[in-house]
């Protein structure tokens, strides 16, 4: 079973950037659909983020369309969520997550991600 930890996060100025790392083990990582999620207070957990098994395609929502991007280092078992242009709203727990089965797809679904990290908080003041 994959384990991931995420990592990067923190407090940051509205305007100001963060790069989070989610890092893999036990696992195959070059064979899954990788992911970003996130959680507001009150809130239902969204989609941020996914990217495809050798990186060269990603997917996006429409919030962060412009401002976020996603990578991956296969050779490091790392996947990256580089956060630019940072804004209030973007504040919550950011998860990783994994597609471990077969069936892969780079929509937003949650339910499609077998495996979750235990979240990093990102919080943007004003």
């Known amino acids: 079973q994959v384990q991931l930890v995420e990592s990067g996060g923190g407090l940051v100025q509205a305007g100001g950037s963060l790069r989070l790392s989610c890092a893999a083990s036990?696992?195959?990582?070059?064979?899954?659909?990788m992911g970003w999620f996130r959680q507001a207070p009150g809130k239902v957990r969204e989609f941020v983020k996914s990217i495809s098994t050798s990186g060269g395609s990603t997917n996006s929502a429409e919030s962060v369309k412009g401002r976020f991007s996603v990578s991956r280092d296969n050779a490091k078992n790392t996947m990256y969520l580089q956060m630019n242009s940072l804004q209030p709203e973007d504040t919550a727990v950011y998860y990783c997550a994994a597609q471990t089965g077969p069936l892969k797809t780079l929509l937003g679904l949650r339910q499609r991600y077998d495996s979750w990290g235990q979240g990093t908080q990102v919080t943007v003041s004003t």
């Open positions: 036990g696992g195959t990582f070059s064979t899954y659909v």
